[in-house]
């Protein structure tokens, strides 16, 4: 994690605790004291893609070693289907 932006006691996050939020929701993180100890940081919740670019999946897939196993392992599977998924009267 990275370091704090900024340090406050306990008794500003009690005092002005929307204040804080807002500012942890706009991606700062804050560390809280008690007695000057720090005990906690409010960090932004990560907010995840919901997609990737297509050149970005491109990349990672170019980057990623190939399993050696796996194209035996697709043989054998190929061997043991006696159904066609793509035949329509199955």
Do not use: C, K, Q, Y
């Not at 939020?21 to 960090?43: C, F, M, N, Q, S």
């Not at 893609?49 to 491109?58: A, F, G, I, Y």
């Amino acid at each position: 994690m990275s370091e704090p932006h900024s340090t406050i006691p306990l008794r500003e996050l009690r005092n002005d605790v929307s204040r804080v939020l807002r500012e942890v929701d706009e991606g700062r993180t804050i560390r809280v004291t008690v007695h000057g100890r720090p005990v906690a940081d409010l960090v932004p919740v990560s907010r995840r893609r919901t997609w990737v670019p297509w050149s970005e999946l491109v990349r990672v897939l170019a980057e990623t070693p190939v399993d050696p196993g796996f194209a035996a392992d697709a043989r054998i599977e190929g061997e043991m289907r006696d159904d066609d998924p793509w035949d329509a009267g199955a």
